[in-house]
């Protein structure tokens, strides 16, 4: 008896274990299947009205086919209701939430910066994909998105865009450095390194957690009430990231500097479309969902900005006085266009520009490229810091726009923009700004360039992870 007792346990611990390996490899092929969204009809519903702010991963960073990104996928381009569209990709690469926080008012109720005219202002469904980059305004994105969307799902997306954010730790101490970068372990091994990657059985791989980035992320969920969800899936505490590493690689494009590729694009949206869909059920049907939103009262309405950004259509900006010369187009694919400065204008007015502000007292922010493109010359310099003026009431206010031209993204196409508060208590006036670069190096000169000014309501405030925006200093 106590034999068939033991034999009993011992079956009873096997069929367990045999559970939990059948169910855990469930979940895996679950993951991992192939879904293709059909090419008639989105992921999601048509009724369901999407917004999505974020970057690299939003916009399609490395896709030769843009609308293979997962914001195209969850929702139709194609896809018309009676009143316009529904759903809306706000991403950019260059742009960090600062930007939207900011001119969250005219992004929405005009399109600028967006996905052209808006004609639908109600969103059932905002994701926010910044997560790095949390620093630079994202919880007062949030919040004013809170305010403007009571009733509206608002998800904070965890996406790991390349596969080189993965580590591995080193095996010995012939360096201080003590774990090394995807990257670089690949290029280590550049003749095969698929195979030393399935060979490297005792290496010590792991995905950083990012532990302030993800603390404050699920502190900006709370305070809005939204949802984290971290892509792709994993545990942090997994003691088998080589494998995992292993998996993703095939989702991630190895020529286009690892970014996620459509079959990446592809997981996400579906990951997505899950969890929303989830969401919606727990609390009824999608018509039920989607009046909760049609219920909402905006109490973010004091919030008003005007943001002129000619960086999307060129010079058919409503600045005044500002002289064509000053234009150009430095990304013809894109239709991306700047105004340039160089240090060398033989007077003071031909760097000038004039703004109009038609409403109540507002900050004045301006939007620049902080550092020179890929495509500029090597060797040429982009400004260290840019010195200038506004002039109110006959007197000049001066500042200084300090720039950070260490990173020069020459390794791919790609360049950052940020936004920098100028003067506050700007009164409806018509007002000349002055800007000159300023070159520690004495070789080929970049201009500078700006793409867009802001008047806005909104201060900038400093928040528990940062300010909202870089501060130009007085002189």
């Given at each position: 008896m106590k034999k068939e007792g033991k034999t009993g346990r011992q079956l009873l611990f096997f069929l367990v274990i045999f559970s939990r390996y059948f169910s855990s490899k469930a979940q895996q092929e679950r993951l991992l299947a192939p879904i293709t969204p059909p090419s008639s009809?989105?992921?999601l519903d048509p009724k369901l009205r999407v917004a999505v702010f974020g970057g690299t991963a939003a916009c399609g960073g490395g896709l030769a086919?843009?609308?293979?990104?997962?914001?195209?996928?969850?929702?139709?381009?194609?896809h018309d209701s009676e009143n316009g569209k529904n759903s809306h990709d706000y991403a950019h690469s260059s742009m960090g939430p600062n930007h939207y926080a900011t001119c969250l008012d005219s992004i929405i109720t005009n399109g600028e910066g967006g996905g052209g005219e808006v004609e639908h202002t109600i969103y059932d469904i905002i994701i926010l994909d910044y997560w790095l980059r949390f620093r630079e305004g994202l919880d007062l994105l949030a919040h004013r998105l809170r305010l403007k969307y009571p009733n509206a799902m608002i998800i904070f997306l965890k996406t790991n865009a390349a596969a080189p954010r993965f580590f591995r730790r080193r095996d010995d101490d012939s360096t201080s450095r003590k774990q090394q970068s995807f990257v670089d372990w690949r290029r280590e091994h550049s003749d095969d390194w698929r195979t030393a990657l399935e060979n490297d059985v005792d290496g010590d791989w792991f995905l950083p957690q990012h532990k302030e980035a993800h603390d404050a992320i699920q502190r900006m969920s709370e305070e809005v009430n939204g949802s984290v969800y971290d892509f792709p899936p994993h545990?942090?505490?997994?003691?088998?990231?080589?494998n995992l590493l292993l998996t993703y690689l095939d989702w991630y494009d190895e020529v286009r500097h690892f970014h996620l590729n459509e079959i990446g694009q592809n997981r996400?949206?579906?990951?997505l479309k899950n969890h929303i869909q989830q969401q919606i059920d727990n609390n009824g049907s999608v018509d039920e969902f989607i009046q909760q939103s049609n219920d909402l009262t905006d109490t973010d309405k004091h919030n008003r900005d005007f943001c002129d950004w000619w960086f999307y259509h060129g010079p058919n900006s409503t600045i005044m006085n500002r002289g064509n010369r000053l234009f150009k187009e430095v990304d013809a694919h894109n239709h991306h266009w700047v105004m340039e400065f160089n240090d060398n204008y033989e007077t003071v007015d031909m760097g000038s520009f004039f703004v109009a502000n038609r409403g109540e007292s507002k900050f004045l922010y301006l939007s620049y490229m902080r550092t020179k493109l890929a495509s500029d010359d090597e060797e040429a310099s982009y400004p260290d810091i840019v010195v200038g003026g506004i002039y109110r009431n006959a007197s000049p206010v001066s500042f200084e726009i300090k720039l950070n031209t260490t990173d020069t993204h020459h390794d791919h196409e790609a360049f950052e923009i940020m936004t920098t508060l100028i003067a506050t208590d700007i009164l409806p006036s018509v007002?000349?700004?002055t800007l000159k670069p300023i070159y520690s190096k004495e070789t080929k000169k970049v201009p500078f360039r700006l793409v867009g000014y802001i008047f806005s309501d909104t201060p900038p405030m400093e928040y528990a992870f940062g300010p909202l925006h870089a501060i130009a200093a007085n002189k």
């Amino acid at each position: 008896m106590k034999k068939e007792g033991k034999t009993g346990r011992q079956l009873l611990f096997f069929l367990v274990i045999f559970s939990r390996y059948f169910s855990s490899k469930a979940q895996q092929e679950r993951l991992l299947a192939p879904i293709t969204p059909p090419s008639s009809s989105p992921l999601l519903d048509p009724k369901l009205r999407v917004a999505v702010f974020g970057g690299t991963a939003a916009c399609g960073g490395g896709l030769a086919d843009k609308s293979a990104a997962y914001p195209h996928l969850l929702f139709n381009d194609e896809h018309d209701s009676e009143n316009g569209k529904n759903s809306h990709d706000y991403a950019h690469s260059s742009m960090g939430p600062n930007h939207y926080a900011t001119c969250l008012d005219s992004i929405i109720t005009n399109g600028e910066g967006g996905g052209g005219e808006v004609e639908h202002t109600i969103y059932d469904i905002i994701i926010l994909d910044y997560w790095l980059r949390f620093r630079e305004g994202l919880d007062l994105l949030a919040h004013r998105l809170r305010l403007k969307y009571p009733n509206a799902m608002i998800i904070f997306l965890k996406t790991n865009a390349a596969a080189p954010r993965f580590f591995r730790r080193r095996d010995d101490d012939s360096t201080s450095r003590k774990q090394q970068s995807f990257v670089d372990w690949r290029r280590e091994h550049s003749d095969d390194w698929r195979t030393a990657l399935e060979n490297d059985v005792d290496g010590d791989w792991f995905l950083p957690q990012h532990k302030e980035a993800h603390d404050a992320i699920q502190r900006m969920s709370e305070e809005v009430n939204g949802s984290v969800y971290d892509f792709p899936p994993h545990d942090y505490n997994s003691t088998d990231e080589r494998n995992l590493l292993l998996t993703y690689l095939d989702w991630y494009d190895e020529v286009r500097h690892f970014h996620l590729n459509e079959i990446g694009q592809n997981r996400l949206a579906t990951f997505l479309k899950n969890h929303i869909q989830q969401q919606i059920d727990n609390n009824g049907s999608v018509d039920e969902f989607i009046q909760q939103s049609n219920d909402l009262t905006d109490t973010d309405k004091h919030n008003r900005d005007f943001c002129d950004w000619w960086f999307y259509h060129g010079p058919n900006s409503t600045i005044m006085n500002r002289g064509n010369r000053l234009f150009k187009e430095v990304d013809a694919h894109n239709h991306h266009w700047v105004m340039e400065f160089n240090d060398n204008y033989e007077t003071v007015d031909m760097g000038s520009f004039f703004v109009a502000n038609r409403g109540e007292s507002k900050f004045l922010y301006l939007s620049y490229m902080r550092t020179k493109l890929a495509s500029d010359d090597e060797e040429a310099s982009y400004p260290d810091i840019v010195v200038g003026g506004i002039y109110r009431n006959a007197s000049p206010v001066s500042f200084e726009i300090k720039l950070n031209t260490t990173d020069t993204h020459h390794d791919h196409e790609a360049f950052e923009i940020m936004t920098t508060l100028i003067a506050t208590d700007i009164l409806p006036s018509v007002y000349p700004i002055t800007l000159k670069p300023i070159y520690s190096k004495e070789t080929k000169k970049v201009p500078f360039r700006l793409v867009g000014y802001i008047f806005s309501d909104t201060p900038p405030m400093e928040y528990a992870f940062g300010p909202l925006h870089a501060i130009a200093a007085n002189k």
